[in-house]
């Protein structure tokens, strides 16, 4: 796709990264509401809004992923030439709607407040059309307000966000005392990362590596069995406490001893918690490997992260110490193969596999040790304001970061996969562990507490294929083809028998392919059972042809 051929005058086009075709696949059916993140910022003080507007015109004019869109191409293809790419418009002023609350009564202005900022956060982004970044400001008093920014994860990561928050307090003081602003000019852009990674040969050494580190994988049961819940489908929750109960330094001291890093042996403890607790002694820990290659990068922001899938196969008999050490080369090794596209591999793991893919995409862990930029705007006091929202891309997702000397957890899960219950039990099994694995660093995996995890998806009731429709009875083969299993009955619900978002992409094609019916991904949240799923093919199946089968 060129500009002048498809694109409006003075935009530029650019493909995709491996990590936003992975972003891209990976919310193809959960909805693009998973991309979103936001932030919002309570400002005590007189505020100046025009200052704060040419502050916020001169970031997206300086970053020109801000300003970027991603035109719509059929989601559900995992075919890599057919997904979405960039495309990067020319820099104009940030839209920046001013909510007035001052005649709301007093009392209920923080209320109102965090109405409108939930709902603007759980707002999903057009990306064909819409840049992936936006603003709002909410005015409470005259010196009072609260400043909320949301922007898609297609565009930016963890480090981006405090690029963003330092060149704003940067920005917004010097157009308030005349003075310059002390950010870096920048000397790339988005685009040459794009071009650097792409310009990067497919090492068949880092494609093979993946292929065996993932054999075998798209055969094996489901790591986290699907449970019945009362939320709706793609709802997510989120658990936080302050403190896991270990500290940072003694984290830190392990670290050393063992030759490792923190992540590592975080990540150690978590694979040991799974292991034990789910009574897998092979386990894929997804963790996102966020690197800038030059330093010119560093001030940029953008979405600079793969999601790499760990796999480690633990001998029960092994010590914790010797699991760190094993961790380590796993991790070393990954990062040595890490420009492989990771999400091509899945979908062709999933096209060679009958759409089976195993529990490829079932846990994550991230550990957030980054350095944090808070905003400051000039002669105004700046608190985090905070959003009660959740969203996660896998049915359980570990994310710790160092925090007044503490190791904090936050902790998101499928609220409609997972009850409440068992998210917390996974969270308090690995708190048990990690405490283990800090104080007593030779005990052996088999001699951890080992709770199991009762398996909790209910089988469904088989039904006599007669009870079925003729759209239902051919549905159900291609379920039974995707899923591994012929145990389903009409009221069988996708998610809850194994169904991923990387197996609704090819559900969508093969109900494309078998029915002639243009059904969307979304639609599969909206009809998730069986019967459901055969109406609306039934209300949207094109008539046959002769030679139509």
Excluded at 207 to 219: F, M, S
Excluded at 466 to 481: H, I, Q, S
């Amino acid at each position: 796709m060129t500009a002048s051929a498809t694109s409006p005058p003075h935009t530029r086009s650019r493909p995709l990264t491996a990590g936003q075709q992975g972003m891209l696949l990976q919310t193809a059916a959960s909805g693009p509401v998973a991309l979103n993140v936001p932030t919002a910022v309570h400002l005590s003080g007189v505020l100046d809004v025009p200052a704060l507007q040419l502050a916020l015109d001169c970031i997206v004019e300086r970053h020109d992923v801000l300003r970027t869109t991603f035109p719509a191409t059929d989601p559900s293809s995992l075919e890599p030439n057919r997904l979405p790419a960039q495309l990067v418009h020319p820099a104009s002023p940030v839209p920046l709607p001013v909510v007035d609350l001052e005649p709301v009564p007093p009392a209920e202005r923080p209320a109102a407040a965090r109405s409108i900022i939930e709902a603007e956060a759980a707002r999903p982004f057009d990306v064909a059309s819409e840049p992936g970044f936006k603003v709002m400001l909410l005015r409470l008093r005259a010196d009072e307000h609260v400043l909320f920014w949301l922007m898609s994860h297609l565009v930016c990561d963890g480090w981006s966000k405090s690029v963003f928050a330092r060149e704003l307090s940067a920005l917004y003081t010097a157009h308030i005392t005349g003075t310059t602003a002390d950010i870096p000019k920048l000397s790339v852009n988005f685009g040459d990362y794009v071009t650097e990674t792409r310009d990067l040969p497919r090492n068949a050494t880092d494609l093979a590596y993946w292929r065996e580190q993932l054999r075998g994988v798209a055969d094996q049961p489901p790591l986290l069995a699907a449970e019945e819940t009362d939320d709706p489908p793609g709802s997510a929750r989120e658990i936080q406490i302050p403190s896991v109960g270990v500290s940072h330094s003694q984290l830190l001291g392990l670290a050393q001893r063992t030759g490792s890093t923190e992540f590592i042996v975080l990540h150690a403890a978590f694979a040991a918690a799974m292991c034990t607790l789910l009574g897998r002694q092979d386990l894929i820990v997804n963790t996102p490997r966020g690197d800038r290659p030059t330093a010119d990068f560093e001030n940029l922001v953008g979405f600079f992260v793969n999601v790499l899938p760990i796999r480690s196969r633990i001998d029960p008999t092994t010590t914790i110490t010797a699991l760190i050490r094993q961790v380590r080369e796993e991790v070393i090794d990954a990062l040595d193969h890490a420009d492989a596209p990771i999400a091509e591999i899945a979908a062709q793991l999933a096209i060679d596999h009958a759409g089976r893919i195993g529990p490829l995409t079932h846990i994550s862990f991230a550990y957030d040790n980054l350095p944090a930029a808070d905003l400051s705007l000039h002669a105004l006091s700046a608190t985090p304001w905070p959003i009660e929202r959740a969203d996660t891309r896998y049915p359980f997702e570990l994310h710790l970061r160092p925090s007044n000397q503490m190791i904090a957890c936050r902790a998101t899960y499928r609220a409609d996969q997972l009850t409440a219950a068992t998210a917390h039990r996974l969270l308090d099994h690995f708190q048990t562990v990690l405490t283990t694995v800090l104080s007593e660093p030779d005990t052996t995996i088999n001699q951890l507490p080992s709770p199991a995890l009762p398996h909790s998806r209910q089988p469904a009731s088989q039904v006599v294929s007669d009870n079925l429709t003729p759209t239902e009875k051919r549905l159900a083969g291609v379920w039974t083809e995707l899923l591994g299993t012929d145990d389903i009955s009409a009221d069988s619900h996708f998610f809850n028998i194994g169904g991923s978002s990387l197996l609704a992409a090819l559900l969508v094609a093969a109900i494309r392919e078998t029915f002639t019916a243009q059904i969307h991904p979304r639609d599969l949240y909206q009809a998730p059972t069986l019967r459901t799923l055969a109406a609306l093919i039934d209300n949207h199946t094109a008539p046959a042809t002769p030679g139509q089968r």
